[in-house]
T-cell receptor
Framework: DAGVTQSPTHLIKTRGQQVTLRCSPKSGHDTVSWYQQALGQGPQFIFQ???????QRGNFPDRFSGHQFPNYSSELNVNALLLGDSALYLC?????????FGPGTRLTVT | AQSVTQLGSHVSVSEGALVLLRCNYSSSVPPYLFWYVQYPNQGLQLLLKYTTGATLVKGINGFEAEFKKSETSFHLTKPSAHMSDAAEYFC????????????FGSGTRLLVRP
């Protein structure tokens, strides 16, 4: 049984560019959450998708947007990248209370 | 606002010694509580969780945690540390106010000395 998968593994972008990160949930899970983990810190909640709609959002600007597809996979889009957006982006899937995390995408903004 | 405090950004123990990682949360209503482990350049792996019921929770790899409502704590312990336990450990809460997000502490790096 495949766990949560994310692509790409690493990404380097320039300030002002846009980026799309992808996530496939664990089999049987219908909910996807996205987190940002800056170096040396705990993950920060960005938003959660359920039934193809954003169900809850954390304290992130509108530059951060997402989408969930009918097969429950999800995308995270970040526009107008800033240096401070450099971080590990983690996707987590869930069916009930437990969230299972993927390996993350390391985004570097130069 | 709900918060999670992990005392000690770094904890160092000898192999075979007791591991104790501390976590306190701020909430008047007991939330759901979790411990995750993160190995270098990897995602987070769920160690154990508390939702309701028994306050002593056993997890994977010999770890356990006790929910103490009066102390708003959820400390993680392991009787005997192994070299393979060296990693970053995160305590997280899911508030009981119908929130779906996890709120994480800042993490504790466990170092295991041979």
């Amino acid at each position: 049984d495949a766990g949560v998968t994310q692509s790409p593994t690493h990404l380097i972008k320039t300030r002002g560019q846009q980026v799309t990160l992808r996530c496939s949930p664990k089999s049987g899970h219908d909910t996807v959450s996205w987190y940002q983990q800056a170096l040396g810190q705990g993950p920060q909640f960005i938003f959660q998708y359920y039934e193809e709609e954003e169900r809850q959002r954390g304290n992130f600007p509108d530059r951060f947007s997402g989408h969930q597809f009918p097969n429950y996979s999800s995308e995270l889009n970040v526009n107008a990248l800033l240096l401070g957006d450099s971080a590990l982006y983690l996707c987590a899937s869930s069916l009930t209370t437990e969230q299972y995390f993927g390996p993350g995408t390391r985004l570097t903004v130069t | 606002a709900q918060s999670v405090t992990q005392l000690g950004s770094h904890v160092s123990v000898s192999e075979g010694a007791l591991v104790l990682l501390r976590c306190n949360y701020s909430s008047s209503v007991p939330p759901y509580l979790f411990w995750y482990v993160q190995y270098p350049n990897q995602g987070l792996q769920l160690l154990l969780k508390y939702t309701t019921g028994a306050t002593l929770v056993k997890g994977i790899n010999g770890f356990e945690a006790e929910f103490k409502k009066s102390e708003t704590s959820f400390h993680l312990t392991k009787p005997s540390a192994h070299m393979s336990d060296a990693a970053e450990y995160f305590c997280a809460v899911r508030p009981a106010d119908s929130s779906y997000k996890l709120i994480f502490g800042s993490g504790t790096r466990l170092l295991v000395r041979p």
